[in-house]
């Protein structure tokens, strides 16, 4: 697989920047220690995602998240209140300790599920020494931006809490430690897992994704684990139909023939995504296989 990718430039290229592997949840897979070794060969920068729902450090799933961490991988976590204390927290004090890096992701219904999950980061990171301050400040900062939505505009739009988020940074380097935290919107998926148009905070206007294939570029690509690729912002969870090959059986020439006839259809149904938004029938599925919501 890493040979079949170094021979291609476009995978490379991505492949340079970051590898994240994810989807699921990754640390079930017993092979993933052996998966991220492959991975690591191509980039700097290889990182894993977890739930941390992990119920004790003897866990098969805690020791290969250890192992891959020892071999200068990055565990980013998605923070869920209703397992923090019990185990996200304990696991979090261990990554601290083998990391200098860190993504934490809040997937909220409501803005004040955001309050709530940033006061949990600001109280653990109280804690956790000096070195932390710079987290602290932007956390704190993040909690007035949000409390001051809360207070003053509770019902606002999703263009209004963006608009209001603005002097909020997401990001420090600062004390040696790299931090980030990303506020998610959540969404209702159907009975045959297809995603709302509209988010579930801002309920009022249709959530839309700048799709950047008909802007001509890739920036983002999924490998499955049968080796099937599409190019998605969401790891394959947005239903986008249009594939790119079969990294483990196609050869490079395959996968780009391929390339060329998926970014046709997703330029496509692009278009024809923003024709239906404008004529007023958002949501609908087009022949392209592009969600609704990506133009």
Same mark, same amino acid.
């Given at each position: #697989?890493?040979?079949?990718?170094?021979? !291609?430039?476009?995978?490379?290229? !991505?492949?340079?920047?970051?590898?994240?592997?994810?989807?699921?949840?990754?640390?079930?897979?017993?092979?993933? =220690?052996?998966?991220?070794?492959?991975?690591?060969?191509?980039?700097?920068? =290889?990182?894993?995602? /977890?739930?941390?729902? $992990?119920?004790?450090?003897?866990?098969?799933?805690? /020791?290969?998240?250890?192992?891959?961490?020892? #071999?200068?991988?990055?565990?980013?976590? +998605? @923070?869920?209140?209703?397992?923090?204390?019990?185990?996200?927290?304990? @696991?979090?004090?261990?990554? @601290?300790? *083998?990391?200098?890096?860190?993504? =934490?992701? #809040? $997937?909220?219904?409501?803005?004040?599920?955001?309050?709530?999950?940033?006061?949990?980061?600001?109280?653990?990171?109280? /804690?956790?020494?000096?070195?932390?301050?710079?987290?602290?400040?932007?956390?704190?900062?993040?909690? &007035?931006?949000?409390?001051?939505?809360?207070?003053?505009?509770?019902?606002?739009?999703?263009?209004?809490? $963006?608009?209001?988020?603005?002097?909020?940074?997401?990001?420090?380097?600062?004390?040696?430690?790299?931090?980030?935290?990303?506020?998610? &919107?959540?969404?209702?998926?159907?009975?045959?897992?297809?995603?709302?148009?509209?988010?579930?905070?801002?309920?009022?206007?249709?959530?839309? *994704?700048?799709?950047?294939?008909?802007?001509?570029?890739?920036? $983002?690509?999924?490998?499955?684990? +049968?080796?099937?690729?599409?190019?998605?912002?969401?790891?394959?969870?947005?239903?986008?139909?249009?594939?790119?090959?079969?990294?483990?059986?196609?050869?490079?020439?395959?996968?780009?023939?391929?390339?060329?006839?998926?970014?046709?259809?997703?330029?496509?149904?692009?278009?024809?995504?923003?024709?239906?938004?404008?004529?007023?029938?958002?949501?609908?599925?087009?022949?392209?296989?592009?969600?609704?919501?990506?133009?």
């Amino acid at each position: #697989m890493a040979d079949k990718i170094r021979k !291609l430039d476009i995978f490379m290229e !991505l492949a340079q920047r970051e590898i994240n592997l994810t989807g699921g949840e990754p640390s079930q897979n017993p092979h993933l =220690v052996e998966i991220f070794k492959i991975f690591r060969q191509l980039a700097p920068n =290889v990182r894993l995602h /977890t739930n941390l729902d $992990i119920h004790s450090k003897t866990s098969s799933r805690w /020791t290969r998240l250890v192992e891959i961490m020892k #071999m200068k991988g990055r565990v980013d976590f +998605t @923070l869920y209140p209703t397992v923090w204390e019990t185990r996200q927290k304990p @696991l979090l004090k261990e990554i @601290l300790t *083998l990391q200098d890096e860190l993504i =934490v992701n #809040m $997937i909220f219904e409501k803005v004040p599920d955001l309050l709530t999950q940033i006061k949990i980061l600001i109280e653990f990171f109280t /804690t956790q020494g000096e070195r932390f301050n710079p987290v602290l400040a932007l956390l704190e900062n993040y909690r &007035l931006n949000v409390a001051n939505i809360l207070k003053e505009n509770p019902e606002c739009s999703e263009e209004e809490f $963006i608009k209001s988020m603005e002097g909020a940074e997401n990001y420090t380097c600062e004390g040696g430690f790299t931090f980030l935290v990303n506020a998610i &919107l959540g969404f209702f998926v159907d009975e045959h897992g297809k995603r709302a148009m509209q988010s579930q905070p801002f309920p009022k206007s249709n959530n839309l *994704l700048e799709c950047t294939i008909p802007r001509g570029t890739i920036e $983002i690509m999924t490998v499955q684990q +049968t080796g099937e690729m599409t190019p998605c912002c969401d790891v394959g969870n947005l239903q986008c139909q249009p594939k790119f090959g079969n990294l483990l059986n196609d050869s490079p020439d395959e996968i780009m023939r391929q390339i060329e006839i998926s970014r046709a259809k997703m330029i496509a149904g692009a278009q024809k995504n923003r024709k239906n938004i404008d004529a007023g029938k958002a949501g609908e599925w087009v022949e392209e296989g592009i969600p609704p919501y990506c133009v």
